[in-house]
């Protein structure tokens, strides 16, 4: 019984830690997109 | 002087020690040499690997044991850790993240592929193995050769050659493998949803990605770091377009020298004494369960990401969650095209195809930080 709690956790942790971690990369790569697109808007209007 | 006679050179010879197992030995190397040259499946490892199974399954021949050549490459290549991070420098140095910038959901089609992982696990454990050896051999179902021979490196070596070889089969048998689970779990209607044409990505973004990635990555899954920090140094490489050298050797030369050690070292590890047993055939078997789940989960997310996005996803780009890049992307282009031919998913369904990658290697990270 001990062993198969352990294996549960290690499921359940294990899934939805993938999850979080992708969770995560994909509002930081939106995030990045966001202030690339801020900062080379500023960019071009200081050229202008 | 040795005092020797024809007897006893005679029993120096290999005629002597040979078994049965050794000439099944040959035959399974011979069948992967043949499935390489012959049908083209995965002929760059299944060739090293299938001559390594051949050439160590002669008795008495100085290859696999401790301070032997091919032990060598075993021990410094795979025990050290060494080959699958070099081959991930190249593949980072090969992959396109632009479809996956651009569309930053197909992450999460990545991390769902990874179900079959994770069923897999609990089916491994259900036939007996221990936990050790069930993650080794979920995580297969990933679809990533290196980070599979990391993972069992690290958790399970004696399983190394046969989740491997198990691994790299069934790479090579995607288009056979995911076709009739796209078409039981979508409608035509889905498969010929049209997606909207991705944004270009700046190269900006591109540059950043891999810093971005590294520090997500590693801060979650320290465990995944070697794996990680090799395959997004490879992409900068690709992307900064100032160390055309670098890149260049990523891609080509040292990719391929180190794929013929892997090659090599991964074949050794199938010694008739360890291979024929009945743990093979069982690793095998779930192999094929893990890549069937991985395939349905990529596809069953994007089914319930369209009942809450305005704009809707072809399910099909689902399954490319597999890592198996590109060829998984590829088999949702031909799927989705047999239902409207003039629907492009290829681009689409690259963006979870390398985000799979970095779900598998996410999930060997959590298997290492959870069991080691």
């Known amino acids: 019984m001990g062993e198969w709690n352990y294996v549960i956790k290690v499921f359940v942790f294990g899934f939805s830690g993938v999850f979080l971690g992708l969770i995560l990369l994909m509002l930081a790569v939106q995030l990045t997109s966001l202030f690339v697109k801020i900062f080379t808007h500023r960019d071009k209007e200081t050229i202008k | ?372």
């Open chain 2, 1 to 372: 002087m040795t005092e020797f006679s024809i007897t006893t050179i005679l029993l120096k010879t290999g005629f002597f020690h040979l078994t049965a197992g050794h000439v099944i030995m040959w035959l399974i190397g011979g069948a992967f040499i043949y499935l390489a040259i012959a049908k083209d499946f995965e002929p760059l490892l299944l060739v090293p690997i299938g001559f390594s199974i051949f050439a160590v399954n002669f008795p008495l021949a100085p290859l696999v044991g401790e301070g032997n050549l091919i032990y060598l490459f075993y021990h410094y290549g795979l025990e050290w850790e060494v080959i699958p991070c070099l081959i991930f420098l190249g593949i980072g140095a090969l992959t396109d993240f632009g479809p996956m910038i651009a569309n930053p959901k197909t992450l999460l089609l990545g991390a769902s592929a990874q179900l079959g992982v994770y069923i897999t696990f609990f089916g491994a454990i259900l036939l007996g193995f221990n936990i050790k050896e069930a993650a080794s051999i979920g995580i297969i179902g990933g679809a990533d050769g290196p980070t599979c021979i990391y993972l069992t490196t690290k958790l399970a070596p004696h399983l190394l050659g046969a989740n491997a070889i198990a691994a790299y089969s069934y790479m090579a048998m995607v288009p056979l493998i995911q076709p009739p689970i796209m078409r039981l779990l979508t409608t035509k209607k889905e498969r010929m949803i049209r997606m909207k044409q991705l944004r270009p990505v700046s190269k900006l973004e591109r540059i950043l990605f891999p810093l971005v990635g590294t520090v997500v990555i590693i801060l979650i899954v320290p465990d995944a770091a070697p794996l990680m920090v090799m395959f997004f140094v490879g992409n900068l490489f690709r992307e900064c377009r100032v160390v055309e050298r670098l890149l260049k050797t990523s891609q080509n030369e040292l990719l391929n020298i180190v794929t013929i050690f892997l090659g090599l070292a991964v074949g050794s590890t199938m010694v008739a004494e360890k291979f024929l047993k009945p743990q093979p055939i069982f690793i095998f078997f779930l192999g094929l369960v893990a890549f069937a789940f991985s395939t349905a989960g990529g596809i069953l997310l994007a089914k319930l990401m369209n009942l809450f996005l305005k704009e809707k996803i072809n399910p099909l780009i689902g399954s490319a969650g597999v890592s198996a890049v590109p060829m998984a992307a590829r088999v949702s282009q031909k799927i989705g095209q047999q239902a409207d031919p003039k629907n492009f998913l290829l681009m689409h369904a690259m963006g979870p195809n390398v985000a799979g990658v970095i779900g598998t290697v996410t999930a060997a990270g959590m298997f290492l930080a959870m069991l080691k």
